[in-house]
């Protein structure tokens, strides 16, 4: 791992500003961790700020990181034909950069996201665990939920989903080292181009959005994804499994009643 020459390093993860990744990505971890999305050293985040990446370390208990743990890197400086040897703006001592991280650049580079979310929610993964025993299906699909309207139509795309439409989240399979599902989450962007989310199997989900706040919270209009609404959609799915009830079905026929 190289460390490009900058003059004061630490300038880069220091600042009062809470919305500064370098405080925001600690502060959301730990956020993360209350709703069980990030247990243990499993699940992270990053931000991206313009060409500025910041990152956590591997296998820090992410609820506990400090600013001071972050690792900074500029997208531009990065190597493609040289994507294992990335060169960083800013490294903590005593750590290693996420394994997540070449997943992250992923979503940054290839759908131009500004963060980018890991969780090992139990929704996601009992989601994909039910896929798994439905023929090792690999897609998650669910329509006729309110909830689906928070979903933006897709990459590039203008507006957002309809009630009646359904949303798709591709299924990856996990493998033992997490850099290793790289190729298969790019593979995954290329065949569902409007999908703003990836399921892992067994693991977990990456999401993107292009902030920070895309990310997390809006999902009120186009190119914004949420990631309180997919894990609601998860837990709903698997609510829905346990009553018997179809996660696909087909009402856009009924219209509504007056009386
Ligand atoms: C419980 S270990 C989990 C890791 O292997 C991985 O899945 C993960 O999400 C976090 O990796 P890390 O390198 O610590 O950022
Ligand atoms: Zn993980």
Same mark, same amino acid.
């Given at each position: 791992?190289?460390?490009?020459?900058?003059?004061? !390093?630490?300038?880069?993860?220091?600042? /009062?500003?809470?919305?500064? =990744?370098?405080?925001?990505? #600690? &502060?959301? *971890?730990?956020?993360?961790?209350?709703?069980?999305?990030?247990?243990?050293?499993?699940?992270?985040?990053?931000?991206?700020?313009?060409?500025?990446?910041?990152?956590?370390?591997?296998?820090?208990?992410?609820?506990?990181?400090?600013?001071?743990?972050?690792?900074?890197?500029?997208?531009?400086?990065?190597? !493609?034909?040289?994507?294992?040897?990335? /060169?960083?703006?800013?490294? =903590?001592?005593?750590?290693? #950069? &996420?394994? *997540?991280?070449?997943?992250?650049?992923?979503?940054?580079?290839?759908?131009?996201?500004?963060?980018?979310?890991?969780?090992?929610?139990?929704?996601?993964?009992?989601?994909?665990?039910?896929?798994?025993?439905?023929?090792?299906?690999?897609?998650?699909?669910?329509?006729?939920?309110?909830?689906?309207?928070?979903?933006?139509?897709?990459?590039?795309?203008?507006?957002?989903?309809?009630?009646?439409?359904?949303?798709?989240?591709?299924?990856?399979?996990?493998?033992?080292?997490?850099?290793?599902?790289?190729?298969?989450?790019?593979?995954?962007?290329?065949?569902?181009?409007?999908?703003?989310?990836?399921?892992?199997?067994?693991?977990?989900?990456?999401?993107?959005?292009?902030?920070?706040?895309?990310?997390?919270?809006?999902?009120?209009?186009?190119?914004?994804?949420?990631?309180?609404?997919?894990?609601?959609?998860?837990?709903?799915?698997?609510?829905?499994?346990?009553?018997?009830?179809?996660?696909?079905?087909?009402?856009?026929?009924?219209?509504?009643?007056?009386?």
């Amino acid at each position: 791992m190289a460390e490009a020459a900058v003059e004061n !390093p630490d300038q880069l993860i220091t600042s /009062t500003d809470p919305e500064h =990744p370098a405080n925001l990505i #600690p &502060s959301l *971890c730990a956020k993360f961790w209350t709703l069980g999305w990030v247990t243990g050293t499993g699940g992270g985040c990053s931000i991206r700020d313009d060409n500025l990446v910041y990152l956590a370390p591997s296998g820090v208990q992410k609820e506990l990181m400090k600013p001071t743990d972050i690792y900074v890197l500029s997208l531009k400086d990065q190597d !493609p034909a040289h994507k294992q040897q990335r /060169t960083y703006l800013r490294s =903590p001592p005593t750590y290693k #950069p &996420s394994q *997540c991280t070449p997943l992250f650049l992923a979503a940054f580079t290839r759908r131009g996201a500004g963060c980018c979310i890991h969780t090992h929610s139990h929704w996601a993964v009992l989601v994909t665990l039910l896929l798994e025993a439905k023929g090792n299906s690999k897609v998650f699909e669910i329509n006729n939920i309110e909830q689906i309207k928070g979903f933006g139509k897709g990459f590039g795309k203008v507006g957002n989903l309809g009630y009646h439409d359904t949303l798709r989240i591709p299924v990856i399979e996990n493998t033992p080292h997490e850099e290793d599902l790289t190729e298969y989450l790019e593979a995954a962007m290329e065949e569902y181009p409007d999908t703003y989310a990836v399921l892992v199997r067994r693991h977990g989900v990456y999401v993107w959005g292009d902030n920070v706040h895309k990310a997390k919270t809006q999902c009120e209009s186009a190119d914004k994804v949420s990631i309180y609404s997919l894990d609601y959609l998860f837990q709903l799915a698997v609510e829905m499994h346990q009553l018997g009830l179809p996660w696909i079905s087909d009402i856009a026929q009924i219209a509504p009643q007056r009386s």
